[in-house]
């Protein structure tokens, strides 16, 4: 009989075992913490040093329920538990705090450190049968008097992350809002493929939603920080408006005179041609007030549908409903003896660490309630 089964060797389960090494860890994968490898470009940005307020501001989500998660353990307390565990924090731009060296494997390996016990396999199905949950995994049945869900949301399923946590969560009687990719690239149509490789700084709406920011143009559409964070505020088959840059009909036709569209403007010239056809290829002087207005448009108001990629995605927007969740022990306020960390809660945050600085806050409360019940 295991006292405390965690599901799930990602991010907020290896967290709660580097608390709690005595946790078995199920993990469906060859491998914990497959999503860690590669979060912030290999580096991982694994929590931001803004506070929990300024966080909790940038999710989406139960907003009360987000700010309780992140008061109980800050980005001070993230960072000061990596401390102990040998990792020195780097802070860059926006707040976003790296491992010194840049490694993300450092992160993963810190928190593999107590050695926690690993049982590899996929849970296919859970009951509880009075005190006792039963898991049954292809490897065989495994019986717990506690269990944590950290599987992740429905994102990046080749990490493992491919929404089979929603399963074990409905057998257990909980309700799972309609899980998107977030924090996910984004697909457009028409796209941009003829500038594939070209990164450019912009604008983008969707709805009510802005940011600013970098992206990189591909096949499909847009990656990059900016398309990242915009794609949390996506529903399917949304439209987006890109602002790639602002430049004046008047000033374009005049003092750039002979020159071609492309050569006049500020942006490589495959993305204007990508923008603009052949409209890219005309000389300023020549440009009728329409082609002026239309080259206006498709720079600074560019418009296509988009769908966020859930191949990429590393959040989800969606999960178990915080409502059914205590965030005072992450316990579950339907089932007792069952807990929740991490994205399989319907709770999202933008790129920069947030997500991580949620996760591992969540399975520290965790750790908390353990502890008070003798763990």
């Avoid at 003092?255 to 010239?269: D, F, H, I, Q, Y």
């Avoid at 579950?332 to 996760?359: C, H, M, Q, R, W």
């Amino acid at each position: 009989m295991i006292d405390t089964l965690i599901i799930g060797g990602g991010a907020a389960g290896l967290y709660l075992a580097s608390f709690h090494p005595r946790c078995v860890i199920l993990e469906r994968g060859d491998e914990c913490g497959r999503k860690l490898l590669l979060t912030g470009g290999g580096r991982c940005n694994y929590t931001n040093a803004a506070g929990p307020e300024e966080m909790a501001l940038l999710f989406n989500g139960n907003k009360a329920f987000i700010r309780k998660v992140l008061y109980a353990h800050t980005s001070k307390d993230i960072i000061a538990h990596f401390r102990t565990l040998g990792i020195t924090p780097v802070e860059e731009d926006r707040g976003r705090i790296f491992p010194k060296g840049g490694d993300a494997k450092a992160i993963r390996d810190a928190l593999l450190k107590g050695n926690p016990r690993i049982i590899h396999g996929k849970a296919e199905s859970i009951r509880k049968d009075g005190d006792v949950f039963i898991i049954e995994t292809g490897r065989g049945r495994i019986e717990a008097r506690r269990v944590v869900i950290a599987t992740g949301g429905d994102s990046f399923p080749q990490t493992g992350s491919d929404g089979s946590g929603y399963r074990l969560c409905r057998q257990l009687g909980h309700t799972i809002s309609q899980p998107y990719p977030a924090l996910a690239p984004i697909a457009l149509t028409p796209s941009l493929s003829a500038a594939e490789g070209v990164s450019a700084s912009v604008s983008i709406k969707a709805g009510k939603a802005r940011t600013e920011g970098d992206i990189i143009i591909t096949r499909l559409g847009i990656s990059g920080p900016a398309a990242l964070d915009i794609s949390r505020h996506l529903s399917p088959d949304d439209e987006i408006e890109i602002c790639f840059m602002r430049i004046s009909k008047e000033t374009l036709r005049m003092s750039s005179g002979g020159k071609t569209v492309k050569n006049a403007l500020a942006m490589p010239p495959r993305l204007s041609e990508a923008l603009l056809g052949s409209l890219a290829d005309k000389r300023c002087a020549s440009l009728s007030r329409q082609e002026l207005d239309r080259i206006e448009s498709q720079l600074s108001r560019f418009k296509a549908k988009a769908k966020a990629i859930r191949a990429g995605a590393m959040n989800t927007k969606g999960g178990v409903s915080a409502s059914e969740i205590d965030p005072r022990t992450m316990g579950s306020k339907l089932v007792e003896g069952l807990y929740f960390a991490g994205d399989i809660i319907d709770v999202d945050g933008p790129t920069g660490g947030y997500s991580l600085s949620f996760a591992f806050a969540s399975a520290y409360i965790i750790h908390k309630a353990l502890e008070s019940i003798c763990l």
